[in-house]
């Protein structure tokens, strides 16, 4: 039997995590949505993971998943919310070194209102997996700091415990109904207020967790197999009572992730004029159609930016 220590730093919530809330966005859908979403239920959670799946292959990819606001210091709530002015101020090297979660949140949900335009089922269904992703990790407090497995403070580990362990033990006693998905007219906004609502619980995070191990060392960790592994894990006592001092955190995290993936979802779907999905559920689009469509969407799209911008004034 072989025996390894639990990895350092858990990938965003876990495989449970994430596959838990892509799962539940689902059935805050409206009915124009709903059926198409339940049809394709099991692949919506398998690909959910998927982002974790590359970050070790694809460069580009680790810093989609977070963004250390406490770099920026005081000057993080005034970061541009727009990635094209966020490049032009501090460059994309310097961005991608602190994460883009927010930005990229922003982008993905464009690319899916798209898929939604010219009415490509396999697109949507992938964009719509690897959005939740990004969305569940904007709402993890760990996902917003230097300091992301407590590495900074001997906490080694405070990652996956948060966002894996605590969840796998705990979500049965949650409650996630989030109501119906709703329209968000600022996607942008909603990514930033997610990751700063995410920040504010950090200091929790760090010192419920440090204070718990003062007192209570002896029960900080145990032993559980796996398959052929036998794995060192926080302990099931020493859990429970970190999420008790941590009073609903982890559950506030999680509905918040539910809800602002399925109100991203149905948001995309109501900005490329809420196709008929159920047309959807055995047709697959030629490559010709596609493309044909895709010029149409890229007319609409300079068309609707341009009058925004009319309205605005330039601003």
């Known amino acids: 039997m072989k025996l390894i220590l639990a990895a350092a730093a858990s990938m965003g919530w876990g495989f449970f995590g994430h596959e838990t809330i892509n799962r539940l966005s689902i059935f805050s859908l409206p009915p124009g949505m709903i059926g198409f979403y339940k049809r394709h239920a099991d692949y919506l959670v398998e690909a959910s993971v998927n982002p974790d799946k590359r970050r070790y292959a694809i460069k580009e990819e680790a810093p989609r998943h977070y963004i250390d606001l406490d770099s920026y210091g005081d000057s993080a709530r005034s970061l541009p919310k727009y990635w094209g002015a966020a490049r032009a101020r501090l ?14 949140i922003a982008f993905m949900t464009e690319q899916l209102r798209e898929a939604f335009f010219v009415r490509d089922p396999d697109r949507i269904l992938r964009l719509s997996a690897e959005l939740g992703h990004y969305v569940a990790d904007a709402n993890v407090p760990l996902h917003t700091t230097r300091n992301h497995n407590g590495q900074l403070t001997n906490q080694h580990g405070i990652h996956g415990f948060w966002e894996s362990r605590l969840p796998e033990l705990f979500s049965k006693q949650y409650n996630f109904f989030v109501g119906r998905a709703s329209y968000e007219d600022d996607v942008a906004g909603r990514a930033w207020e997610a990751v700063f609502h995410a920040h504010a619980a950090v200091d929790s995070v760090l010192t419920e967790e440090r204070l718990l191990s003062i007192n209570h060392s002896s029960i900080k ?3 559980e197999t796996r398959g052929k592994q036998t794995i060192r894990v926080f302990g099931a006592d020493y859990s429970r009572l970190y999420h008790e001092r941590l009073r609903g955190m982890v559950e506030r995290q999680m509905r918040r992730s539910i809800r602002m993936t399925a109100d991203l979802w149905y948001t995309a779907w109501v900005d490329a004029g809420q196709p008929d999905l159920r047309q959807l559920l055995e047709y697959r689009p030629t490559e010709e159609e596609l493309r044909k469509r895709k010029l149409e969407w890229e007319g609409w799209k300079a068309r609707t930016y341009q009058a925004r911008e009319h309205e605005s004034g330039g601003n």
């Open 221 to 223: 960790y145990n032993y």
């Open 91 to 104: 460059g994309e090297d310097s961005l991608m070194k602190h994460g883009i979660v927010p930005w990229h």
